[in-house]
């Protein structure tokens, strides 16, 4: 997720807050494990997800996968040496 989530970035998640198109979300991928993503489009019980680099392809952007895979939604990022990424409606800041 270069640019957004480096190597190494704790990141905190909420399993039980509400997802939209825009979020960045966790999901567990049978074949490959945990992943983050940002979700492209939301449809009822699927979603398709969509990385932040555009350089870089994915094989699980762009195909349809079961909202039931989403683990949380990523709410806070810390780099460190503590500078804190908020993630969510209107909260784009960064905090050094």
Do not use: W, Y
């Amino acid at each position: 997720m270069l640019p957004t989530i480096k190597p190494r970035d704790i990141l905190l998640i909420r399993s039980d807050s509400e997802i939209c198109t825009g979020d960045l979300v966790v999901v567990n991928i049978r074949a490959i494990g945990l992943v983050v993503k940002r979700i492209n489009q939301l449809d009822g019980k699927t979603l398709k997800l969509i990385g932040d680099n555009s350089r870089l392809g994915s094989s699980i952007c762009g195909v349809a996968m079961d909202k039931r895979c989403v683990i949380g939604k990523v709410i806070v990022s810390l780099t460190l040496p503590f500078k804190l990424k908020f993630f969510g409606r209107g909260s784009n800041i960064v905090h050094n």
